[in-house]
Each structure stands twice: as structure tokens, then as C-alpha cells.
């Protein structure tokens, strides 16, 4: 039989089909607001102590039922063991090299530093405000960027009044930096 129409294994990973992160810039750290860490942190603690055992606890049901070639419970099961352990491993080496970083200690400060809120004005007067976060927890439908893309690192180190060039596909648009805020910082109990 010609080795193109033989079945493939059960142990192979499907590491094509997942959307992956992006991946940080060579030498940076990964920077993370204290939410963003406990977040991700929580993520991990629940694939670890429920999600994974559950499955694997329907894996062995499924695999005491015998034929395990026609079994969808056990093929399911597998496949969905294999994406928990591949985000664990994900998860896990995210956290170890996190730099968490509290954006409340420049609170009042008019300068954008990582975790700052910015509204700023593009050459045609449309205003927008984000929120400067970390790769592994800005949300674009929050109006959160990652402190790698173009328009969190040509506000960077800026100020209220400054303009600064973006460079687009379209060519350079000027943003001018409207202003600038942080979480206030929280009560030590």
C-alpha cells in the first residue's frame, strides 16, 4: 500500500490548526500588568487542577470501552488532552519570564510609560484612546494594544502635546498625544 493513504498516528500534534501568539522581540522581556499576570496565572491554575484531569478521566472511561479506533470519546478526548498540556507548556513559560509591572507607580504622570491609557489625535482630528498592555493580555476589542505594535512605541516616552510620526503602509501619519493617565495606585490592608 503506498505510504500517502495510510493513517496517521493518534500521538501527532495539530500545532497547525492553533493561532499562536506573537512571539516577543529577541533580548525583551515580557512585560505584564499585575491583572494580565494574575489572569493568565488563573488560566493555568484551572487547566492544571479541573479542566485536564476531567479529560483525562473521560480519556480512560473512553479507553476501558475497547475499540479505541471508532471511539469518539477517547479521539476527542486525546486530541483535547494535547491542546490543554501544549497551552500549559504555553502558559507556563510565559509566566516564568514575565515582568510584571505596576503602570499605578506613574500615576499623575504626563508621560506614556507601559500599562498608560493615551488619547491621542491622528493628523485628521480623529481621536482615539488605548491602553498600552502586555503581548499576552491586550484585547483590541477593549481598545488594548500590545506594548510592540507600531502605535504603542511611537508613544512611548512621550507627553502630553507631543507629536510623533507613525509610519504606515500609507505613509507617515503624525500623532499628537492628547492625554495621558494610570490606575491610581491601590491601599496596602
Known sequence: M????????????????????????????????????????????EL????????????????????RSENG?????KKRLREIDRRIRFLTK???IAE?????VH???????FGATVTYADDEGVERTITIKGIDEADSSK????????????LLKSKIG?????????????LEVLDVSYPAPQAES
Open 2 to 45: 503506498n505510504k500517502a493513504f495510510t493513517k496517521e498516528t493518534d500521538g501527532q500534534d495539530d500545532d497547525d490548526e492553533l493561532p499562536s501568539l506573537p512571539a516577543l522581540p529577541k533580548g525583551s522581556k515580557n512585560y505584564m500588568t499585575p491583572h494580565g499576570y494574575q489572569t493568565l496565572k488563573a488560566e493555568l491554575l
Open 48 to 67: 492544571i487542577d479541573n479542566e485536564r484531569p476531567k479529560i483525562v478521566e473521560i480519556v480512560h472511561w473512553a479507553a476501558s470501552n475497547g475499540d
Open 73 to 77: 470519546d477517547y479521539l476527542y478526548g
Open 94 to 96: 510565559r509566566l516564568e
Open 100 to 104: 510584571v509591572v505596576n503602570p499605578s
Open 107 to 113: 500615576y499623575g504622570s504626563e508621560q506614556v510609560f
Open 143 to 154: 481598545a488594548e494594544v500590545s506594548w510592540i505594535a507600531p502605535v504603542a512605541r511611537v
Open 162 to 174: 507631543d507629536e510623533v510620526p507613525l509610519p504606515t503602509p500609507a505613509g507617515v501619519r503624525t
